[in-house]
Structure formats: C-alpha cells, structure tokens
C-alpha cells in the first residue's frame, strides 16, 4: 500500500543512494551469478560451494556487473570474490555499504545502500551479514578482499561493501593489499598474454575466532588465478593471519584441498594438464622476487624499529587518548546521522500522512462521483417502471369492472331464463306423471290378482294333499 503511495521526492531520494553502488542477490534457482558470471572462466563458478548459508552475489555499480562475491551468513564474511585487474588507481574516500537483501530477500530495495540509510526500514538488518558496528573499537579492520587499488576509479565505489570485508589488523591488511598488488600487476598480468582473460579469486578461510562474538576472523587468506588464454597458466597464493609477511605460492589443486572438501576453483582446473610451463615459471619467479623483496625491506624496517623504540612508547601512551578520540568522533558521526534520520523519518510521515489524507479524499471523491453516476442511469429506468406499472394497474381496474358488470348483469338474466322456463317444464311434466300414476295402478292391480291367485292355489294345494291323504284309492277314472 506504500509502494502506491510512494511520494516522488522518496523516490528521489533513495535513487541518489542508488547511484553509489548496486548489487544483487541471486536467487537459488538461477545459474551461477547471473550477469556476473563473466568473472569466471567459461562463465562457470567455483564448485563445491553448497552450503545453506552460502548467498552468491552479484555486485554492481551503475547497473554494471563489477564483480561477484560468495558470502557466508553464518561467518558474516565472503568466503571469496571473483574479479578483473582493470586499471591501478588510488583509493577514492571510503563510503561503506551493505546489502539489504542478505538479511531481507522480501524488501523492496534492490541495490547496496548506506547502513545509515536503510535502519529500520529493512527487517533483520545485521542477522545475515556483518555491520559498521561489528568492526567499531575491536581493533579489526574491514579488509577487501577485492583490493579497490586494483580498480579504476569507476569499479572502486562497488568494493567498499561489507560484503567484500573480512577482519583484519591494521598491518595485515595493509600487507595483504600491497602483496596482492604487487602480484598482480607485476608478476601475473605481464605473464597473460589477454589481459581480459585474467581471471581472478581472493578469498578467506574462517576461523573458530569471533569479532563481538559474531564475525569470523579469517585463519587465512588466498589468491587463485587464472590465465585463461593461449600459453595460459594458474596459481595459488596463501597468506597466514599468524604470520602477516608470509606469502606462499602453490597449484591451484593444492589451494582447494585447503579449502572445503569437493572444492574446484576453476572449470576444468583452468587446463592444467595444456598449460604452458615456462610462463608459470616466469610468475613464480616474478612472485619469488616480490617476495624476496618483501623479506629483505622487512629486515631492513627491524633495524629502523628497534632504533624507534621511543616512539613506540609513545605510541601506546598515546593509543588510549587516538582510541578515546576516535570514539568520541563516531558517538558525534551517529548523532549526526541519527539527527538527519530521525528528521528524515518526521518528512516521511508527514509526507506520508499528507498522502493518506490526499488518498482518502481522492477515493470519497471517486465513491460519490461512483453514486451520483449510478442514481442519473437509474432515473429513467425507474420512470419507465412506474410508467408501466401505472398502465398495468389501469388494465387491471379495468379488467375488474367489466368482471363486476359481467357478475351483476348475469344474476337476473338467469333469473329469468329459469322462470320463463318453468311452466314449459311444468305442462310438459303431465303427460309423464299421469303415465307413471297409470302404471302404478295398473301395476297394483295385477299385483292383487296375483296375490289372489297365488292364495286360491295354496288352499287348492293343500286340500287335494289333504284328500289325498285321507280318502282311499280308487280307479283312476274316478
């Protein structure tokens, strides 16, 4: 019902927001990462990855697909994301960003937006990902793994998500990115022969450690590449949390065992049984220099710091006040924010109200004109009804007085057919009766002359019995 109402200033609002950087969950009945599977050779993702709580995403800017990223809602980190070397570039000011849909896939908001920006708009905000506050005074960085120094200036915004972000110290993660830059700009895309044929995996393994009992301190963290080209090739790099200068080269084979079990990387383990080894052995010599390198700066820098000792004191005299101060500068930051939200919120309401009040009476305005429609059809309708009924009545009070006039005038006429009628069936009645009264008398008459008779003959009856009883036989003649 708000989507309806949804003001135009709102949505002005949120598409300034939405231009900063946008990404996509993909559903679990699409095919890999959807417009992102063109950061894995073959357009196919790593298999092995089957986990309930493993949520492919697509990261985007500017409607662009920049890079994919798996991440771990049970971890709160991304297990690892798949981009291109586009172009060094310096860093651009970080603008951090989460994704909405990592802890509500039923919001309506289809795109990473400032934290700030969506509290209390978006059900379950953190339950599924990590948050700003996770990371505020645990002494853990946001690390990237997709570095954005290895972006141009129009792909870095898209990495300054937390869902690119896994806790590191300070050190580590500055060493992580100047290792991998190194790396790849000197040692893996020279040695490629297509540079758009560079694919590349930066990933973390979690660890039973916990920022804030809630976001999962990697154990380590790994690079996989893939030269997907003529004279391609492959690597693997692994750098240990519990030794931040360590950088360790193997076969993207041994990398996955490392990994969880039924892991592959890459389709068709980027051809390893055609690559060419003299260009795999010119990146591992170029990432044995960088790392060589890195050793010897390291022992040159001990030197420098066992010199600085003072200033190290000093530094932890002074880390509680840089603490203190950096807290005190983020309680201000929130009150900002929370003052812009909260005056935010009262616009949205009132402009909100304002709009419920605008619905209201545009649909009482609808319902009437509705009614006053339905009345004005009517109207002639219910005239002809009355118009006939009227008729039909004047026929029925019509029909009535003839049936009355009919009833009346019948009465006397059957009067006096039946009087008129009488003496004819009177008079003509005489001959029939005088009949009748002959036939009765002579019907009694013979009726006495057969009661006569029948008398003579029983005292006939009985006086012969009577003789021939009692006088004696004689002859028949006498």
Not at 54 to 80: G, M, W
Not at 259 to 281: I, M, P, R, T, Y
Not at 323 to 339: T, W
Not at 431 to 436: A, C, E, I, Q, W
Request: charged letters at 20%; glycine letters at 8%; one cysteine or more.
């Amino acid at each position: 019902e708000w989507t309806m109402k949804t003001p135009v200033v709102f949505l002005l609002c949120i598409s300034v927001f939405a231009g900063f950087s946008q990404g996509r969950v993909v559903r679990e009945d699409e095919t890999g990462f959807a417009e992102c599977n063109v950061f894995f050779p073959g357009q196919v993702p790593p298999e092995g990855f089957t986990k309930p709580f493993h949520v492919k995403i697509c990261q985007q800017y500017n409607k662009e697909p920049r890079f994919a990223t798996l991440y771990s809602t049970k971890d709160k980190i991304p297990l690892y994301s798949a981009f291109k070397f586009t172009k060094a570039a310096q860093s651009e000011e970080e603008n951090w960003l989460v994704e909405p849909q990592v802890d509500d896939p039923e919001n309506d908001l289809h795109e990473m937006v400032l934290e700030a920006d969506i509290i209390g708009t978006v059900a379950n905000l953190g339950a599924n990902q990590a948050l700003t506050s996770d990371y505020v005074g645990s002494g853990y960085e946001r690390g990237l793994l997709n570095p954005s120094l290895l972006n141009e200036k129009d792909f870095q915004m898209a990495t300054y998500t937390l869902t690119n972000a896994v806790p590191l110290s300070p050190a580590l993660s500055k060493n992580w990115h100047r290792d991998i830059g190194k790396v790849v700009e000197q040692a893996l895309t020279p040695h490629c022969s297509k540079k758009d044929h560079l694919y590349l995996l930066a990933g973390a393994i979690p660890s039973s450690v916990r920022v804030k009992g809630k976001v999962s301190v990697p154990e380590s963290l790994w690079l996989a590449a893939c030269c997907d080209a003529p004279e391609g090739w492959s690597l693997g790099l692994v750098k240990k949390i519990s030794d931040e200068n360590s950088l360790m080269d193997l076969t993207v084979g041994e990398l996955e065992k490392q990994l969880l079990s039924g892991v592959h990387l890459f389709k068709g383990s980027c051809g390893e049984d055609k690559q060419n080894q003299e260009k795999k052995a010119a990146v591992l010599q170029a990432v044995g220099q960088i790392r060589s390198g890195e050793q010897t700066g390291t022992t040159d820098n001990q030197e420098t710091k066992e010199s600085g000792w003072v200033r190290k004191v000093a530094g932890i005299i002074a880390t509680p006040f840089i603490k203190l101060l950096e807290l005190l500068i983020y309680i201000f930051v929130e009150l900002v924010k929370f003052v812009f939200y909260f005056m935010w919120l009262v616009v949205k309401r009132v402009c909100g109200t304002v709009l419920d009040g605008l619905y209201s009476l545009w649909s009482g305005l609808v319902s009437y004109l509705k009614a006053i429609s339905m009345v004005l059809i009517s109207i002639p309708y219910d005239v002809g009804r009355v118009i006939i009924n009227i008729f039909l009545g004047f026929l029925q009070i019509v029909q009535d007085v003839v049936s009355l006039t009919y009833r009346i005038l019948s009465i006397p006429v059957g009067f006096v057919l039946h009087l008129a009628a009488f003496p004819y069936h009177s008079i003509c009645a005489i001959p029939s009766v005088l009949k009748d009264i002959a036939t009765g008398i002579g019907g009694t008459f013979s009726l006495v002359t057969d009661a006569t008779a029948a008398v003579l003959h029983g005292f006939y009856y009985l006086a012969s019995h009577i003789v021939r009883r009692f006088v004696p036989k004689g002859s028949s003649d006498d």
